[in-house]
């Protein structure tokens, strides 16, 4: 069974950073995209960046020149490192990766609070 494993949330104060990781456990074949999404309290789920397996990365407009997205194919990771964080980047924080199938697994979520 495949499972995404995360790391990383935590509380932080505006203006500081946090790195997010997620490592792919168990058998999946081919992966292409990895990402990470984060959903707000009461707000829908949205894309933060996404990587694919060829390297182009992609960022919402909220988070581009603030959070870079790096990846570890040999690893099956990801990695989010997220700097000058706002107040209004407090979320829970998704991983989610897809194969050449579009076979799509997601992981639990984990916890970024930013205090102002």
């Known amino acids: 069974q495949v499972q995404l494993v995360e790391s990383g949330g935590g509380l932080v104060q505006a203006g500081g950073s946090l790195r997010l990781s997620c490592v792919v456990s168990?058998?999946?074949?081919?992966?292409?995209?990895m990402g990470w999404y984060r959903q707000a309290s009461g707000d829908q789920r949205e894309l933060v960046a996404t990587s694919t397996s060829g390297g182009s990365t992609n960022y919402a407009d909220s988070v581009k020149g603030r959070f870079t997205i790096s990846r570890d194919n040999a690893k099956n990771a990801v990695y989010l490192q997220m700097n000058s964080l706002k107040p209004e980047d407090t979320a829970v924080y998704y991983c989610k990766c897809t194969n050449v199938k579009g076979t799509t697994v997601w992981g639990q979520g984990t916890l970024v609070t930013v205090s102002s």
């Open positions: 168990g058998s999946i074949f081919s992966i292409n995209l």
